[in-house]
């Protein structure tokens, strides 16, 4: 089975302070992409990232950098020095052969970040 | 903006009625998938179309039926409407289906059912 485990449901922090949003994913197939996503207030999915199983490098965009580790299944999210821009929920989603190519969505950590 | 437009934006509608929304895809792109968003149900996979064709189902209700057009716009229709189908309901396209490809979602159509 497919399936994303986003432990956190909501974080609170204040400004400038780093955060991390835990992502967890069970899969069986050895080819499999992970994604992250935004949604704000406003209610629109703003795409972050997408990773594929074969590359396990980090990456880093900006203040946002992500740690993907097969050892754990774990697709792990930080912000640096967060804004009060980066309040929104947060979704981790894997997409696999075994969910028919769909994106399988974790439910979501909501942050706020206070100024 | 995406480039996957989605109308309209908000519905208020009663129950038992029937509502059809309503997803242009991004330009080039095949793929066009539906999902649910509601607070109880997180989000959800409800169909999948490629090029006119239906390719995966999801948790899709029998009230509810999609299509995709000669053109590749898709319509999602939801019929006998209950309280319970409120929810965002996002559409995505992608080149294809292949997994290395990237979804693109529009802003949702938020449909209230009273």
């Known amino acids: 089975a497919q399936k994303v485990t986003q432990a956190q449901t909501e974080i609170s922090v204040v400004e400038k302070e780093d955060v991390t949003l835990d992502c967890v994913y069970e899969?069986?197939?050895?080819?499999?992409?992970l994604f992250w996503y935004k949604q704000p207030p406003s209610g629109e999915l703003v795409f972050l990232i997408r990773?594929?199983?074969?590359?396990?490098q980090n990456e880093i965009s900006g203040r946002y950098s992500w740690n993907f580790q097969k050892s754990t299944s774990s697709f792990n999210f930080t912000i640096t020095a967060s804004q009060v821009v980066d309040s929104a929920v947060y979704f981790c989603?894997?997409?696999?052969?075994?969910?028919?190519?769909?994106?399988?969505f974790g439910k979501g950590t909501k942050l706020s970040v206070k100024p | 903006d995406s480039g996957v437009t989605q109308t309209p934006k908000h519905l208020i509608t009663a129950t038992g009625q029937r509502v059809t929304l309503r997803c242009s895809p991004r330009?080039?792109?095949?793929?066009v998938y539906w999902y649910q968003q509601s607070l109880d149900q997180g989000l959800q996979f409800l169909i999948q179309?490629?090029?006119?064709?239906?390719?995966a189902k999801g948790n899709i209700l029998e009230r509810f039926s999609a299509q995709q057009f000669p053109d590749l716009h898709s319509e999602l229709n939801l019929s006998s409407l209950e309280l319970g189908d409120s929810a965002l309901y996002f559409c995505a396209s992608s080149v294809e289906g292949a997994l290395n490809y990237g979804y693109t979602f529009g802003s949702g159509t938020r449909l209230t059912v009273v």
């Open positions: 330009s080039g792109d095949l793929s």
């Open positions: 990773r594929n199983s074969f590359d396990e």
């Open positions: 179309y490629y090029n006119g064709e239906e390719r």
């Open positions: 899969t069986r197939d050895t080819t499999y992409y």
């Open positions: 989603a894997l997409r696999a052969r075994g969910s028919q190519g769909n994106l399988i």
